[in-house]
């Protein structure tokens, strides 16, 4: 095996930096401790990446503890982010990108989770294609308990010292698994875990759970791991067994992690393998009820009707939400979900804009503007039940959207699965 023994000029060089902060910009995110914004350091740049060009050059970087933030999951328990300041986040990625093209391209091959040129797409793929076409039908769904906060700083020293001999990026690393945390005021030690929020966080994970990979992959298992989440496949459900206990030795014994019991279990495509927001099936992928229910009420915190944004401005914040989700979801057969769910969208829109007419009177006018004459109903457009009426349709008829320019989700091609799972 290969080892790099002088890697610090690469991490501190000013293009590199500069380089590191366009990725931290596009990013985005809230501030660290400190305060200060992305605009804020933007607009001093030039002095403030000479001035870390300097300490990282020196060998006087001392990164700030991160400041703790909670988001809310699924289940509706927190799970802890670590949000760096500024600069550290570009120290970050300024080692990450010295790093990741070392560690990358020997990584396993399915392992797919914060990689570049992979996506959950691929781990979604990939699994389908070991279930239907190699016959491995039976599925250990495995769950780590708060992965990233478990995560071993010697394991992860370690890991990283199996290619990298050069002593100050080891001590750069260490550096930010300590940095510290601060919650409520208080700055804490971290003597466990790698802050979940920050850009070298991810790298450092699958350089740690490599080993688990590997050793898989030498006992001949087959398997797909996004991050955190691992699917084991096997041909029998007592074959997955036996390698879910192989699995839970390599975890808990040799990489000092929790395997959360509860809800790590045994399934096979018969029954559906439900797998980075889908359901894998024999002969179909389905988005998973879960997903489908939260789109739905992220659609209505966009479109309520006594909000004071008009439609127009409703549409560009919920054309963004659309796009993403379904380019997301393309994988999945979902053509008939897709025209339900676009159908329900129009008619929460149409709700809206009966709102903004007040009365029948504005309706009875946008029809003759749509060149229907005679004598019209007068109908309450204040009724959810009546935006589905004929009047509103022949008002607001389905191409009136297309002047909204509101993005149609029918029009994307889903239902394929990415044609390579390298």
Sequence with gaps: MRKWYSLRDKVYQMENLRKSFQAVKANKGAPGMDGETIEAFEAGLSENLQKLHEELKTGTYQPQPVRRTYIEKEDKSLRPLGIPAIRDRVAQQALKNVLEPIFDPDFHPSSYGYRPGKSCQHAIAKAERFMNKYGLTYVADMDLSKCFDTLDHELIIRAVNRKVSDGQILKLVRQFLKSGVMEEGVVKETELGAAQGGPIS?????????????????????????????????????????????????????LKLKVNREKTCITSVHQGVAYLGVNIYEKWVAIHPKRIKRFKDKIKKLTKRNQGKNLENVTKELNPVLRGWVNYFRIA??????????????????????????????????????????????????????????LISMALPNRWFDTLKLFDMTKVKVGILPCYYE
């Design 333 to 390: 057969n979902c053509k008939a979900l897709l025209e339900d769910l676009m159908g329900w969208i129009r008619r929460r829109l149409r709700m809206k804009k009966m709102k903004e007419w007040k009365s029948w009177k504005a309706l009875h006018k946008q029809l003759r503007r749509m060149g229907y004459h005679g004598n019209f109903e007068k109908i309450s457009v204040t009724l959810w039940r009546n935006s589905a009426s004929p």
């Design 202 to 254: 991810p790298l450092l994970m699958n350089i740690y759970l490599d080993e688990f990979d590997q050793k898989m992959k030498a006992a001949g298992i087959r398997i797909v791991r996004y991050a955190d989440d691992i699917l084991i496949f096997g041909k029998s459900r007592k074959q997955v067994g036996q390698y879910m206990a192989c699995a839970i030795e390599i975890l808990e014994k040799d």
